[in-house]
């Protein structure tokens, strides 16, 4: 006779259950957009293997059950915006904390914590083989970025004490942006073709559409905030510099498994380090100078 799960241990696997259902949607859903072939597949064997994880885990519950639709639709979307890898990663990455449960499991189901371990080894070494083609080009990116945050937080910076105008520092920064945009993309084009780069134009789209945004970003406060306000405008700025190394150093972490904390400190520590000394000259050109604008 069948042993009988307790409630508490058959609330856990239904758990297992949805999720497992839920996860396959969402692979089988990101591979209809995926262009790869290879990554198309490899999505659809993830799936192929999620459901029949989700049938274990039915042959203890003896319950039909229905996926998540909410988390499916989540998923999907943040897939479609930053990526198909930097999605399922971040989705795989949540479910960390189901070691517990599984200790849990393993009391009333011997066979758990294998299914668990087999699980993850073998949905870490599908996701590893990923080859999207965005991933190939956060170097160009970073370097879009990391050359724009430096040079252009620095360049307002002092900027900001030296014209103490809004509009002025905006005009500056502008021209200085749209010059450094074209200047890197033009660069980092003759680097990637020298490289013997495949398609050296996107890696210089990829660094020149890096380098547009991160500017536009950092020059909306002094575009958008009255003349007078130029401190404030620096400050958000600042801010802004901040939040952009964040987020981009957490989607490098996510994407391709690095240390965030390293990536972020490394990067404001030299983008508002150079900041602070662009703020310095602009003080001193102003004192020594003369200049009154």
Partial sequence: MEKQLSKKIK??????????????LVYERIATFVKDEKDKQTLLRIAADERCHAEVWKSYTKEAVKPKMGQVRKWTLLARIFGYTFALKKMENGEKGATKAYDEISKEIPEAKKISEDEDRHEREL????DEERLKYVGSMVLGLSDALVEISGTLAGLTFALQNNKLIALSGLITGISATLSMGSSEYLSA???GEEKPFKSALYTGIAYVITVTLMILPYLLLPSSMFMVSLSIMLLTVVLIIAGFSYYVAVAKELSFKKRFIEMAGISLSVSAISFIIGILVKQFLGIDI
């Fill in 11 to 24: 609330e856990l696997v239904l758990g297992f259950q949805i999720n497992e259902l839920t996860e396959a």
């Fill in 127 to 130: 996701l590893q083989i990923l």
């Fill in 193 to 195: 073709k020298s490289d």
